[in-house]
């Protein structure tokens, strides 16, 4: 079993950044798939970021901005959102799995309950 919270969220200006992290209790966290997802009102739960024992993983939309980071040691998982912009305004949050990574959240059985980005014009 898994808990999962997330915390690092806020309002930023278009341009800005912020960092969200995902700190986890439980056996198997250091082993586990965690990924970001983040979903806008009236829209789709989608896929950020993954890291598994395999590498990181990026939608093609944040690509180049955000950063997905492990430590294990402090069983946390961080994501760096840099050159944010205002349509990234969602609720992002944090999910873990025990296999490879996967870009669909019914794929994942543990989450966190959200962190707030709000990014302004």
């Known amino acids: 079993q898994v808990q999962l919270i997330e915390s690092g969220g806020g309002l930023v200006q278009a341009g800005g950044s912020l960092r969200l992290s995902c700190a986890a209790s439980?056996?198997?966290?250091?082993?586990?798939?965690v990924a970001w997802f983040r979903q806008a009102p009236g829209k789709e739960r989608e896929f950020v970021a993954a890291?598994?024992?395999?590498?990181?993983y990026y939608a093609d939309s944040v690509k180049g901005r955000f950063t997905i980071s492990r430590d294990s040691a402090k069983h946390t998982v961080y994501l760096q959102l840099n050159s944010l912009k205002p349509e990234e305004t969602a609720v992002y949050y944090c999910?873990?799995?025990?296999?490879?990574?996967?870009?669909?959240?019914?794929?994942?059985?543990?989450w966190g309950q959200g962190a707030q980005v709000t990014v302004s014009s």
């Open positions: 439980g056996r198997g966290f250091s082993t586990s798939t």
């Open positions: 890291v598994d024992w395999s590498g990181t």
């Open positions: 999910a873990a799995r025990g296999g490879e990574y996967s870009i669909y959240h019914g794929s994942y059985g543990f």
